[in-house]
Nanobody, 127 residues
Framework: QVQLVESGGGLVQAGGSLRLSCLFS????????MGWFRQAPGKERESVAA???????????YYADSVKGRFTISRDNAKNTMYLQMNSLKPDDTAVYYC?????????????????WGQGTQVTVSS
Protein backbone atom coordinates (compact mmCIF):
# COMPACT_ATOMS: atom_id res chain seq x y z
CA GLN A 1 0.00 0.00 0.00
CA VAL A 2 1.32 3.41 -0.98
CA GLN A 3 1.76 5.96 1.76
CA LEU A 4 2.41 9.65 1.19
CA VAL A 5 3.59 12.10 3.81
CA GLU A 6 3.81 15.83 3.09
CA SER A 7 6.01 18.27 4.97
CA GLY A 8 7.36 21.79 4.63
CA GLY A 9 4.22 23.86 5.01
CA GLY A 10 4.02 26.89 7.24
CA LEU A 11 3.39 30.60 7.53
CA VAL A 12 5.25 32.94 5.19
CA GLN A 13 4.92 36.56 4.13
CA ALA A 14 3.87 37.47 0.62
CA GLY A 15 6.85 37.32 -1.71
CA GLY A 16 8.50 34.60 0.33
CA SER A 17 9.32 31.00 -0.48
CA LEU A 18 8.59 27.53 0.82
CA ARG A 19 9.57 24.04 -0.30
CA LEU A 20 7.12 21.22 0.18
CA SER A 21 8.23 17.60 0.26
CA CYS A 22 6.24 14.42 -0.27
CA LEU A 23 7.80 11.20 0.96
CA PHE A 24 6.53 8.11 -0.86
CA SER A 25 6.64 4.54 0.47
CA UNK A 26 5.14 1.16 -0.18
CA UNK A 27 5.76 0.72 -3.90
CA UNK A 28 8.32 1.65 -6.56
CA UNK A 29 8.30 5.43 -6.61
CA UNK A 30 9.72 5.82 -10.10
CA UNK A 31 6.71 4.07 -11.64
CA UNK A 32 4.18 6.57 -10.30
CA UNK A 33 3.04 9.87 -11.72
CA MET A 34 2.95 12.39 -8.90
CA GLY A 35 0.95 15.55 -8.37
CA TRP A 36 0.42 18.46 -6.03
CA PHE A 37 -3.08 19.73 -5.37
CA ARG A 38 -4.40 22.39 -3.04
CA GLN A 39 -7.67 23.29 -1.40
CA ALA A 40 -8.49 26.67 0.08
CA PRO A 41 -11.37 27.17 2.53
CA GLY A 42 -14.68 27.16 0.70
CA LYS A 43 -13.11 26.19 -2.60
CA GLU A 44 -12.74 22.99 -4.55
CA ARG A 45 -9.49 21.07 -4.69
CA GLU A 46 -7.40 22.22 -7.62
CA SER A 47 -4.35 20.90 -9.39
CA VAL A 48 -1.14 22.85 -8.86
CA ALA A 49 1.54 20.80 -10.62
CA ALA A 50 2.36 17.26 -11.66
CA UNK A 51 5.33 15.22 -12.81
CA UNK A 52 5.14 11.98 -14.76
CA UNK A 53 6.70 8.69 -13.81
CA UNK A 54 10.29 8.32 -14.92
CA UNK A 55 13.00 5.67 -14.58
CA UNK A 56 15.35 8.48 -13.61
CA UNK A 57 14.68 11.58 -11.58
CA UNK A 58 12.80 14.00 -13.80
CA UNK A 59 9.81 13.44 -16.04
CA UNK A 60 7.30 15.54 -17.94
CA UNK A 61 5.71 18.31 -15.92
CA TYR A 62 2.44 20.20 -15.76
CA TYR A 63 1.70 23.51 -14.03
CA ALA A 64 -1.51 25.36 -13.41
CA ASP A 65 -1.51 28.79 -15.04
CA SER A 66 -1.76 30.44 -11.64
CA VAL A 67 1.63 29.09 -10.54
CA LYS A 68 3.65 29.01 -13.76
CA GLY A 69 6.95 30.79 -13.34
CA ARG A 70 6.69 30.74 -9.55
CA PHE A 71 6.46 27.06 -8.59
CA THR A 72 8.75 24.20 -9.60
CA ILE A 73 7.92 20.54 -9.21
CA SER A 74 10.64 17.91 -9.08
CA ARG A 75 11.24 14.34 -8.01
CA ASP A 76 14.24 12.49 -6.62
CA ASN A 77 13.77 8.77 -7.25
CA ALA A 78 16.77 7.90 -5.09
CA LYS A 79 15.04 9.52 -2.11
CA ASN A 80 11.47 8.47 -2.99
CA THR A 81 10.54 12.10 -2.65
CA MET A 82 8.71 14.73 -4.67
CA TYR A 83 9.18 18.44 -4.10
CA LEU A 84 7.34 21.66 -4.78
CA GLN A 85 9.49 24.77 -4.65
CA MET A 86 7.19 27.75 -4.22
CA ASN A 87 8.58 31.24 -4.82
CA SER A 88 6.97 34.68 -4.93
CA LEU A 89 4.13 33.41 -2.81
CA LYS A 90 0.85 35.31 -2.75
CA PRO A 91 -2.01 35.33 -0.24
CA ASP A 92 -4.09 33.50 -2.88
CA ASP A 93 -1.70 30.56 -2.53
CA THR A 94 -2.98 29.96 1.00
CA ALA A 95 -4.42 26.44 1.14
CA VAL A 96 -3.87 22.92 2.32
CA TYR A 97 -1.48 21.29 -0.13
CA TYR A 98 -1.82 17.59 -0.89
CA CYS A 99 0.46 15.26 -2.78
CA UNK A 100 -0.98 12.43 -4.81
CA UNK A 101 0.32 9.37 -6.65
CA UNK A 102 -1.13 7.46 -9.57
CA UNK A 103 -0.19 4.80 -12.09
CA UNK A 104 -1.45 6.88 -14.99
CA UNK A 105 1.11 6.93 -17.77
CA UNK A 106 0.81 10.55 -18.82
CA UNK A 107 1.24 13.58 -16.59
CA UNK A 108 -2.22 14.73 -15.62
CA UNK A 109 -3.99 17.38 -13.57
CA UNK A 110 -7.15 15.29 -13.14
CA UNK A 111 -7.57 14.28 -9.49
CA UNK A 112 -9.56 11.17 -10.43
CA UNK A 113 -6.43 9.78 -12.12
CA UNK A 114 -4.61 9.61 -8.80
CA UNK A 115 -5.02 6.60 -6.53
CA UNK A 116 -3.27 7.68 -3.34
CA TRP A 117 -3.32 10.91 -1.36
CA GLY A 118 -1.42 12.36 1.54
CA GLN A 119 -2.98 14.06 4.56
CA GLY A 120 -1.99 17.53 3.46
CA THR A 121 0.17 20.34 4.78
CA GLN A 122 -1.04 23.87 5.49
CA VAL A 123 0.50 26.80 3.63
CA THR A 124 -0.48 30.26 4.81
CA VAL A 125 0.74 33.39 3.04
CA SER A 126 0.21 36.65 4.88
CA SER A 127 -0.13 39.99 3.10
Amino acid sequence: QVQLVESGGGLVQAGGSLRLSCLFSGRTFSTYTMGWFRQAPGKERESVAAVSWSPISGGRTYYADSVKGRFTISRDNAKNTMYLQMNSLKPDDTAVYYCAAGTVVRVTSAPEQYDYWGQGTQVTVSS
